[in-house]
C-alpha cells in the first residue's frame, strides 16, 4: 500500500505558473479564479489568443471578474 505523496503538478495554461492539482482545487488547471476568467472570457467572446500573445489589461480582467461574480446575468 504505497500512497502518493508526490502531488501532480501542472502548468497554469493562462500565466504558466505551477499548480497542484487537487480535487478540492476548483480553480484548476488554472492557478487562480482570476486566471480561469480570463480563460473561460476569452473563448466566450471568441477573441481567444495564441498561447504568448498580450493578455487583455487589468480594466478588462476586473470587468469581467466583476460580471462573473454576478453570475453572467446577461440577457439571451
Ligand atoms: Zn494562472
Given at each position: 500500500m504505497s500512497q502518493s505523496d508526490r502531488p501532480l503538478e501542472v502548468a497554469?495554461?493562462?500565466?504558466r505558473k505551477k499548480v497542484?492539482?487537487?480535487?478540492?482545487?476548483?480553480y484548476r488547471p488554472f492557478c487562480s479564479e482570476r486566471c480561469r476568467l480570463i480563460d473561460l472570457g476569452a473563448w466566450a467572446d471568441g477573441s481567444?489568443?495564441?498561447?504568448g500573445e498580450p493578455a487583455m489589461d487589468e480594466t478588462e480582467i476586473d470587468e469581467m471578474i466583476l460580471r462573473a461574480e454576478r453570475g453572467f446575468q446577461e440577457p439571451e
Open positions: 497554469c495554461p493562462q500565466c497542484v492539482w487537487r480535487e478540492d482545487n476548483p481567444r489568443r495564441i498561447a
